[in-house]
């Protein structure tokens, strides 16, 4: 007998077993793995973002853009006269030439006389720190520093009028340090040495200058 021909317009029913096709599932030893490091990737970058807004960039060390030259010695010729440098007629100075300053202003520096020991210089008599300028007579920024107390600096300089923390240090400056010391008496200081160290926008300390 021959098979019953299909009503017109009726539709055959197709074979579902050759019209599907193989379908394989991702291992799940595979899907762990992915899961696995997507997560590690996710934990790493919300950790670089995390510490970057924690701590912010990190300063330049003050080495890099400042350098002062060796010191030359010279004398107070009077109490006063360089305005708040000299406290006694006698008093042993130093001035150090500025070599190299980029970027760095007054309020990026602070600076110290340390001993041979690495202590902090006690000075007998009032002493002081300032930066002086080409064709200026007084310090544009100065530190004073009371008889006995310790010639460093806890905080930024006083500037002149005219200027502010944020003013550039510039080669046509020079540092001045009064060291509280009388000059006939300046031999026991001798190997004493001016370390500069970075504040506000800089980190570290640049080389110590023996002073002579």
């Known amino acids: 007998m021959h098979a019953p021909r299909p009503i017109e317009g009726q539709r055959r029913t197709p074979n579902r077993r050759t019209r599907r096709g193989p379908h394989r599932a991702v291992s799940p030893i595979i899907a762990t793995i992915l899961l696995v490091a997507i997560t590690v990737v996710l934990a790493a970058v919300l950790y670089v973002l995390v510490t970057g807004l924690t701590h912010g960039p990190s ?6 853009s400042f350098l002062i030259s060796s010191p030359a010695a010279g ?6 006269v360089t305005n708040h440098i000299c406290g006694t007629t006698g008093d042993q100075l130093f001035n150090l030439t500025i070599q190299m300053s980029t970027s760095v202003t007054f309020g990026d520096i602070l600076l ?9 210089y006690k000075n007998p008599l009032a002493a002081a720190f300032a930066i002086m300028k080409a064709g200026v ?3 544009v920024a100065y530190y004073s520093v009371t008889a006995s107390a310790g010639l460093a600096m806890s905080k930024s300089f006083t500037v002149a009028s005219g200027y502010s923390l944020s003013t550039p240090i510039t080669t046509s400056m020079w540092v001045v340090v009064g060291t509280g010391t009388a000059a006939t008496s300046w031999t026991a200081g001798q190997g004493n040495f001016v370390t500069v160290l970075g504040t506000g926008h800089f980190s570290g300390s640049t080389s110590g200058q023996v002073l002579p």
């Open 137 to 139: 007579a007084t310090p």
């Open 112 to 120: 110290e006389v340390k001993t041979s020991a690495n202590s902090v």
């Open 75 to 80: 004398k107070c010729w009077a109490a006063g």
């Open 59 to 64: 300063s330049p060390p003050i080495e890099e």
